[in-house]
């Protein structure tokens, strides 16, 4: 073979070389946009690929992926301690404001000359938006002073096949089989899921899906779906904020309470951008790896 040959394919491998390498630079770029574009969106649950990666780039991927997941833990962990501290101080505040309030009130109403006046509507109306109020304030306490967790081996089916006997009118879609193992309170995780299919019914779904499948890191991922009515845009970010509510009645704490406690025992509980398909509404349940 002549030099010109020689040289004509070592230019053409060189060339490709380059492209290779070019296009190489432009995936990794893309990648980093993506990464910026979801954590700008608070959005850091993303999982970039890692194929077509050498080692270290490989290590450095799944590296920033595990990084993202870290960094929700830790901001949702600061959203719950936040949130604690302040239902102990609006606790203490509007008791001391409505103590004195509800027992004047009732010592009038009591009182000969304000019975059948003019003046026992407009006190007893005081007395009844103070009672009210103090049980609301009741809310921030049951929400502020939880039973410390005791995690124990606890099988995910069963779990599930328990809480079908409470909701027999809700068609039940459980796709769990054999032994799915978390460690976690049994009587918390109860609560927890009892709150989820509570709102779900309440929502108007009749049918309720379970599905489980296990993440790359070991994690239990319990995704809770339901065919309810959707939970309006403008609300979605704030449906875990305590005593936030879309319904006439709620009290706002059932969700907020569910994903503090699941995050006292490691756990993490987030509602899908995408539900589960078939569904209008789906949870993600994270359990950490036992």
Not at 92 to 116: F, G, Y
Not at 196 to 219: D, F, I, P, Y
């Amino acid at each position: 073979m002549s030099n010109t040959a020689w040289l004509c394919i070592v230019l053409a491998v060189a060339a490709l070389l380059v492209l290779w390498f070019w296009l190489h630079q432009r995936m990794l770029v893309q990648r980093a946009r993506l990464m910026q574009e979801a954590i700008r969106n608070r959005d850091l649950m993303f999982r970039l690929p890692t194929r077509h990666m050498f080692s270290g780039e490989r290590a450095l991927q799944e590296a920033l992926n595990q990084l993202g997941e870290h960094i929700r833990e830790q901001v949702n962990l600061g959203e719950v301690e936040s949130w604690e501290k302040l239902t102990r101080v609006l606790t203490h505040e509007i008791m001391n404001a409505t103590a004195p309030i509800a027992s004047i009130s009732q010592s009038m109403l009591n009182h000969p000359a304000v019975k059948d006046s003019d003046l026992e509507e407009g006190i007893n109306a005081i007395h009844n938006t103070v009672v009210h109020l103090n049980s609301f304030v009741d809310g921030y306490r049951k929400y502020s002073e939880l039973q410390k967790p005791v995690p124990l081996p606890v099988n995910l089916v069963d779990a599930v096949k328990n809480l079908e006997t409470l909701y027999p009118e809700v068609e039940w879609k459980n796709q769990l089989t054999g032994e799915i193992i978390v460690k976690t309170d049994p009587n918390l995780l109860r609560q927890i899921l009892i709150n989820l299919v509570k709102n779900a019914v309440e929502a108007g779904a009749k049918t309720q899906g379970v599905e489980c499948e296990r993440s790359e890191e070991g994690k239990v991922l319990l995704y809770m779906s339901n065919d309810g009515e959707m939970i309006p845009a403008d609300a979605r970010s704030s449906i875990f904020i305590p005593f936030f509510t879309t319904k006439r009645k709620g009290n706002g704490i059932g969700l907020s309470l569910s994903r503090r406690l699941l995050t006292l025992q490691g756990g993490m509980m987030s509602l899908l951008d995408e539900p589960r398909s078939g569904f209008h509404t789906s949870f993600l349940l994270e359990f950490p790896v036992s």
